[in-house]
Antibody, heavy 124, light 107 residues
Framework: QVQLVQSGAEVKKPGASVKVSCKASGYTHSSYVIYWVRQAPGQGLEWMGWINAGNGNTKYSQKFQGRVTITRDTSASTVYMDLSSLRSEDTAVYYC?????????????????WGQGTLVTVSS | DIQLTQSPSSLSASVGDRVNMTCQASQDINNYLNWYQQKPGKAPKLLIYDASNLQTGVPSRFSGSGSGTDFTVTISSLQPEDIATYYCQQYDALPLSFGGGTKLEIK
């Protein structure tokens, strides 16, 4: 059974960066994708980007392009999401989620399972 | 970008009621439409994928239907544990996107 476990809550000052980790267990292969999704307090869900766990290729939402970097450490089965130039509007719960890679849809898929979420608070 | 509009934004129903929640896409999304349930303080959980396929382990009172631009998730008999916010999500085109959610409450 696939499980995603994320790192703990963070408090950052405006202008700083944050790095959130997502450790995957239960996979017997590397043909999967890890997505990052965020949810501001009381708001909906917003896709930020993805990484192909096998080859490390990434894709970012245009909204976060230039501020977000997603990387992986295959030896640790861990994916990282780095968000820079933080502002108060980045205060949110950040989730990783997994998806399957297919010939038909590539890295676009449903999100299952999800990590437990990491609260990032940006405050001076 | 594909916009997903969910309605209603909130809904109050009684235990045992049949509940319908809808999601309308701004263009044809070829049934690449998924539904999630999110309970307060928890991560979303996949309920239905590709418009009508029930995820393993999800109670059979949940069902999904629709095609093209209009989709519905139905709870055949509302249970107290179904209280949550429900989101639709499309993966027909980038950027991947979610609807604004329907918050379901018990009357």
């Amino acid at each position: 059974q696939v499980q995603l476990v994320q790192s703990g809550a963070e408090v950052k000052k405006p202008g700083a960066s944050v790095k959130v980790s997502c450790k995957a267990s239960g996979y017997t292969h590397s043909s999967y994708v890890i997505y990052w999704v965020r949810q501001a307090p009381g708001q909906g869900l917003e896709w930020m980007g993805w990484i192909n766990a096998g080859n490390g290729n990434t894709k970012y939402s245009q909204k976060f392009q230039g501020r977000v970097t997603i990387t992986r450490d295959t030896s640790a089965s861990t994916v990282y999401m780095d968000l820079s130039s933080l502002r108060s509007e980045d205060t949110a719960v950040y989730y990783c989620a997994s998806g399957r890679i297919t010939m038909v849809r590539g890295l676009m898929s449903w999100f299952d399972p999800w990590g437990q979420g990491t609260l990032v608070t940006v405050s001076s | 970008d594909i916009q997903l509009t969910q309605s209603p934004s909130s809904l109050s129903a009684s235990v045992g009621d049949r509940v319908n929640m809808t999601c309308q896409a701004s263009q044809d999304i070829n049934n690449y439409l998924n539904w999630y349930q999110q309970k307060p303080g928890k991560a979303p959980k996949l309920l239905i994928y590709d418009a009508s396929n029930l995820q393993t382990g999800v109670p059979s009172r949940f069902s999904g239907s629709g095609s093209g631009t209009d989709f519905t998730v139905t709870i055949s008999s509302l249970q107290p544990e179904d209280i949550a916010t429900y989101y639709c999500q499309q993966y027909d085109a980038l950027p991947l996107s979610f609807g604004g959610g329907t918050k379901l409450e018990i009357k």
